[in-house]
């Protein structure tokens, strides 16, 4: 695996809808296994760009590319090395979970061979074995959330997006999900784009990129976020960067 060739690469990616900027030329990467923070407020555009990146949507210019495959020339080979776990839940209720990781799996047309296997090993990875039978709406939200992400990884994606995925869990939920990412990583090389507008999901990865209204506003480690705003805690540092420390300052207590 050659690390020095990145997962994702987006270069001057922008996109507008009617007058709004949704996004200004903005450039990115993610290496193999890394794990990259994409943090910034409610609105800065980072869900229109997991629209592009999932290929939902086309840039108006620039490109995505994911393992060198553009994704406005080859959409397919670009998403087959995607894993998405996106911010609305995805999951069939009615559906039990083994049924949705095998939909799941003959879709990205891996064999019943292949795919038993991998999916045995993967809920019993997630301790969800005993839960294999039970429909979707059977289960907690924070297992709802691991069999998505169990799903996201089951064709052995190289790179993974999570769009604000811990959004409605709770504490002990949002930590074990991030594990299991890392986890991920750590193993298989996995490259991360993990987008969230909460700064302590933030603190766990190599790399920050912050994007507000639009724009690449930081994009380094969260150690030199903090030195480069004359911060002690990167909460501070973000919201003096984006702005947010006057709104922070007016928030009743």
């Known amino acids: 695996m050659d690390t020095a060739i990145p ?3 987006c270069r001057e990616v922008s996109k507008r809808y009617g007058r709004t900027q949704a996004l200004d030329a903005v450039s990115l990467s993610v290496f193999p296994g890394e794990m990259v923070a994409l943090l910034g407020p409610n609105g800065a555009g980072k869900s229109t760009l997991f629209q ?4 939902l949507f086309v840039a108006d ?12 020339r080859e959409p397919v080979r670009a998403l ?8 609305q839940p995805a999951l069939d209720l009615n559906l039990s979970v083994r049924a949705s990781l095998r939909f799941h799996a003959d879709l990205h047309g891996l064999p019943w061979s292949v795919s038993r296997p991998r999916i045995d090993a993967l809920l019993a990875r997630f301790g969800l074995a005993g839960a294999a039978a039970k429909p979707g709406r059977e289960l907690s939200g924070g297992n709802r959330r691991k069999v998505e992400l169990l799903r996201a990884l089951l064709h ?7 769009d604000e995925a811990t959004v409605g869990l709770d504490p002990a939920s949002r930590a074990q999900l991030i594990d299991e ?3 991920a990583r750590a193993e298989r090389g996995l490259g991360v ?3 969230t507008h909460l700064v302590d999901e933030a603190e766990r990865a190599q790399r920050v990129i912050v994007l507000h209204k639009g724009k690449v506003r930081w994009d380094g480690s969260a150690d030199g976020l903090r030195e480069a705003q004359g911060r002690d805690t990167l909460q501070q540092a973000f919201l003096q960067l984006t702005g947010g420390e006057k709104n922070a300052d007016k928030t009743p207590a």
Do not use: H, I, K
Request: net charge neutral; glycine share 10%; no cysteine.
């Open 7 to 9: 997962v994702l690469a």
């Open 52 to 55: 592009l990146l999932t290929g």
């Open 61 to 72: 210019s620039g490109t995505v590319e994911v393992l060198g495959a553009d994704m406005r």
């Open 80 to 87: 087959a090395q995607l894993g998405v776990v996106f911010q």
């Open 156 to 162: 052995e994606p190289r790179l993974l997006l999570m």
């Open 181 to 183: 990412v890392l986890r």
């Open 193 to 195: 784009l993990w987008a």
